[in-house]
Nanobody
Framework: QVQLVESGGGLVQPGGSRRLSCADS????????MGWYRQAPGNARELVATITSGGKIIYADSVKDRFTISRGNAKNTVYLEMNSLKSEDTAVYYC?????????WGQGTQVTVSS
């Protein structure tokens, strides 16, 4: 029902910026809640930010004031603008969607913050 495809990962220097994109290529329905999670090596997957179609946003404390989540004009798209990146932001970033009580995940995109 939902197929999420992320893009935008890569290598970025500390203090730099990166924009991640996620789009659903399958669903004919509008997804209410979309978000970003990340998983660093040896760590559990953790919330980065979520946004509802009504504009309700939740950020992890670690990314507040540095990251911005937004919905695109195209149906079922979500973006994550990451600024002032730190080495501890290095992780695989996953897009997540909730539709009719089921959750769906993208394949993940690697973000590496290093000089």
């Amino acid at each position: 029902q939902v197929q999420l495809v992320e893009s935008g990962g890569g290598l970025v220097q500390p203090g730099g910026s990166r924009r991640l994109s996620c789009a659903d290529s399958k669903s004919i329905f509008s997804i209410d809640t979309m978000g970003w999670y990340r998983q660093a090596p040896g760590n559990a997957r953790e919330l980065v930010a979520t946004i509802t179609s009504g504009g309700k946003i939740i950020y992890a404390d670690s990314v507040k004031d540095r990251f911005t989540i937004s919905r695109g004009n195209a149906k079922n798209t979500v973006y994550l603008e990451m600024n002032s990146l730190k080495s501890e932001d290095t992780a695989v970033y996953y897009c997540r969607a909730l539709l009719f009580g089921s959750e769906y995940w993208g394949q993940g995109t690697q973000v590496t913050v290093s000089s």
